[in-house]
């Protein structure tokens, strides 16, 4: 039978990529780690760190295990671990959330005073996000994310919905648009920004236009929800912005229903296996959710 010992100290060797550090990491001698490490070779099969210049570096075999091992290791501790609750007002920790500013404008506010309610020495710390690459979570410089989850996402991740959107049109309050039924001619005919974060000049109400014989004229394309918004404010073009992301964003504008069939879509968080039996971060995502709530709110009449 294997020694069940021997996970942790795979995992320590794993995450610190060397035995010198390992030994520290678990209160152990340079040769206790090494004697174990050898044993780990016999147990596995495999030389798992191999030396490269001065240092060590995983083998493939150890790369695919460490996320393994390190869940193993975290569930086994959770096991035996008795139940215990923390106290927020005593914590000091930095949390980092990536997600969009259009999120951080319209929820940071009262995500951060629910914050301060409970836990003075919590520090957020945001950072924008650009792509849906999952790396930033996995290594654990992130521990919290923000997006609409679609079918590509990683597997590995955790997921919980926030809220659902949709999308709406947004115009300048003296805009043509503003006054009389909008149809989806007089949609299509006028002047748009397009928001697109990888530079695409297409998209979802393209097609939908597209399926009715209709085009729009895009006249020019920005990277983020905020920018379209406030150049709808101070032009003629029209914006298509989520409704609820974008909320404080298109006071003053006139917001309207598209004329469009288009779906819905869910926001959520997503997080690494390895905080979500973290107290810290289960009372975070707590408070996202609390913020997030879907409130009564007075929306543009389709």
């Given at each position: 039978?294997?020694?069940?010992?021997?996970?942790?100290?795979?995992?320590?060797?794993?995450?610190?990529?060397?035995?010198?550090?390992?030994?520290?990491?678990?209160?152990?001698?340079?040769?206790?780690?090494?004697?174990?490490?050898?044993?780990?070779?016999?147990?596995?099969?495999?030389?798992?760190?191999?030396?490269?210049?001065?240092?060590?570096?995983?083998?493939?075999?150890?790369?695919?295990?460490?996320?393994?091992?390190?869940?193993?290791?975290?569930?086994?501790?959770?096991?035996?671990?008795?139940?215990?609750?923390?106290?927020?007002?005593?914590?000091?920790?930095?949390?980092?959330?990536?997600?969009?500013?259009?999120?951080?404008?319209?929820?940071?506010?009262?995500?951060?005073?629910?914050?301060?309610?409970?836990?003075?020495?919590?520090?957020?710390?945001?950072?924008?996000?650009?792509?849906?690459?999952?790396?930033?979570?996995?290594?654990?410089?992130?521990?919290?994310?923000?997006?609409?989850?679609?079918?590509?996402?990683?597997?590995?991740?955790?997921?919980?919905?926030?809220?659902?959107?949709?999308?709406?049109?947004?115009?300048?309050?003296?805009?043509?648009?503003?006054?009389?039924?909008?149809?989806?001619?007089?949609?299509?005919?006028?002047?748009?920004?397009?928001?697109?974060?990888?530079?695409?000049?297409?998209?979802?109400?393209?097609?939908?236009?597209?399926?009715?014989?209709?085009?729009?004229?895009?006249?020019?394309?920005?990277?983020?929800?905020?920018?379209?918004?406030?150049?709808?404010?101070?032009?003629?073009?029209?914006?298509?912005?989520?409704?609820?992301y974008t909320a404080h964003q298109r006071e003053g504008l006139h917001s309207f229903a598209l004329p469009l069939a288009l779906p819905?879509?869910?926001?959520?968080?997503?997080?690494?296996?390895?905080?979500?039996?973290?107290?810290?971060?289960?009372?975070?995502?707590?408070?996202?959710?609390?913020?997030?709530?879907?409130?009564?709110?007075?929306?543009?009449?389709?």
């Open positions: 039978m294997p020694d069940l010992n021997l996970l942790i100290t795979l995992d320590a060797l794993l995450a610190e990529g060397s035995v010198a550090g390992a030994a520290k990491r678990l209160r152990l001698s340079p040769s206790a780690m090494s004697r174990a490490l050898a044993r780990l070779r016999e147990t596995t099969g495999d030389p798992l760190l191999v030396r490269a210049g001065r240092g060590l570096v995983p083998t493939p075999r150890a790369l695919a295990l460490r996320e393994h091992v390190s869940r193993l290791v975290l569930d086994a501790h959770a096991v035996l671990r008795p139940a215990q609750t923390l106290d927020m007002a005593r914590v000091e920790r930095t949390f980092t959330l990536r997600t969009s500013d259009e999120f951080v404008e319209n929820f940071g506010p009262a995500l951060l005073a629910r914050i301060a309610e409970d836990a003075p020495g919590v520090r957020l710390r945001f950072v924008n996000k650009t792509d849906k690459d999952s790396a930033w979570l996995r290594d654990g410089s992130v521990d919290l994310e923000t997006g609409v989850v679609d079918a590509n996402a990683s597997p590995e991740l955790l997921t919980q919905a926030l809220f659902r959107d949709r999308l709406i049109g947004v115009v300048r309050s003296s805009h043509p648009l503003s006054q009389g039924d909008i149809s989806v001619q007089r949609y299509a005919e006028g002047q748009h920004v397009y928001v697109s974060r990888r530079g695409q000049d297409r998209g979802q109400i393209d097609e939908a236009l597209d399926a009715q014989g209709l085009s729009r004229q895009i006249g020019t394309i920005v990277t983020g929800f905020s920018t379209a918004i406030a150049l709808a404010r101070a032009t003629d073009l029209i914006a298509s912005v989520p409704e609820r819905t879509f869910t926001v959520a968080m997503l997080w690494h296996p390895r905080l979500d039996a973290d107290l810290g971060h289960r009372w975070l995502r707590g408070c996202l959710r609390e913020v997030c709530r879907p409130q009564q709110v007075q929306s543009p009449q389709p």
